[in-house]
């Protein structure tokens, strides 16, 4: 999606319960990723894996997703406390280049950074480049989106329009009565007719002809 699309597109391209359709916006191949061995050592290799999206390179920013932007502190968080406070320096996380940063000492450090390990400093410490650090800085308006509040709302963000396309159009009839039969299955484990009227109402709202074909289960 273009930059300049992302403001006014029908309806928020940010928003965690939304699909991009592949007919305004189709994929991009941007490459391949092979898996071409098993780990020789599962704990070494996976237990100990930490991914956390505030990794990010020269050139990609995080975007205004509301989840994205909590997960951008949460995910190294977590690591600290699951894995160590110095996960980054397992093998299975290292970088294979040379990284500066401002982590000093905690439970199983091993290399001596020198001092200092603060910036500003005159002593010759990391420092992180300006023009790297504030490249993203005001990336897809995002004065105005991190903030706590809703999303501005867009001329079609609904609850079940997309819902409703994929019960419609991207489904075939076997998945159809599938979803259906799952969704009558777990209604019909003693939930009581107040709820189930529920029930109805909402997958109606997602597709009519699929809430009619539930509500019909029951009145046999």
Same mark, same amino acid.
């Given at each position: ?12 391209? !940010?928003?965690?319960? %939304?699909? &991009? ?9 941007? *490459?391949? &990723? ?26 990609? $920013? ?29 093998? =299975? ?10 982590? %000093? ?19 010759? *410490? ?14 897809? *308006? ?21 819902? $409703? ?9 076997? +998945?159809?009565?599938?979803?259906? +039969?799952?969704?009558? $299955?777990?209604? *019909? ?13 909402? &997958?109606?709202? =997602?597709?009519?002809?699929? $809430? ?5 289960? !029951? +009145?046999?």
């Amino acid at each position: 999606m273009p930059y300049e699309d992302a403001a006014d597109y029908r309806f928020n391209p !940010f928003g965690l319960t %939304k699909v &991009w359709p592949h007919g305004d916006y189709p994929l991009i191949k941007v *490459g391949r &990723w092979v898996l071409d061995r098993n780990p020789s050592n599962y704990f070494a290799e996976i237990e100990q894996a930490s991914f956390e999206p505030s990794n990010l390179v020269p050139g990609i $920013g995080p975007s205004p997703d509301k989840m994205l932007q909590g997960r951008l502190f949460a995910y190294a968080d977590a690591h600290r406390y699951r894995i160590g406070t110095n996960y980054t320096q397992l093998p =299975v996380n290292a970088a294979r280049s040379e990284v500066s940063s401002y982590s %000093k000492d905690g439970a199983m450090r091993y290399r001596n950074p020198g001092d200092p390990v603060y910036a500003p400093n005159t002593a010759g *410490g990391p420092h992180a480049d300006a023009a790297l650090a504030s490249e993203t800085a005001s990336t897809y *308006g995002v004065d105005d989106e991190v903030i706590r509040s809703a999303y501005k709302p867009h001329a079609e963000d609904d609850d079940f329009g997309q819902a $409703g396309t994929l019960v419609r159009d991207v489904m075939d009839d076997a +998945q159809r009565e599938r979803l259906a +039969q799952n969704i009558i $299955g777990h209604a *019909g484990k003693g939930v009581s007719p107040p709820v189930l009227e529920r029930v109805f109402e909402y &997958w109606r709202n =997602v597709d009519k002809a699929l $809430g009619d074909k539930v509500a019909d289960a !029951f +009145q046999k």
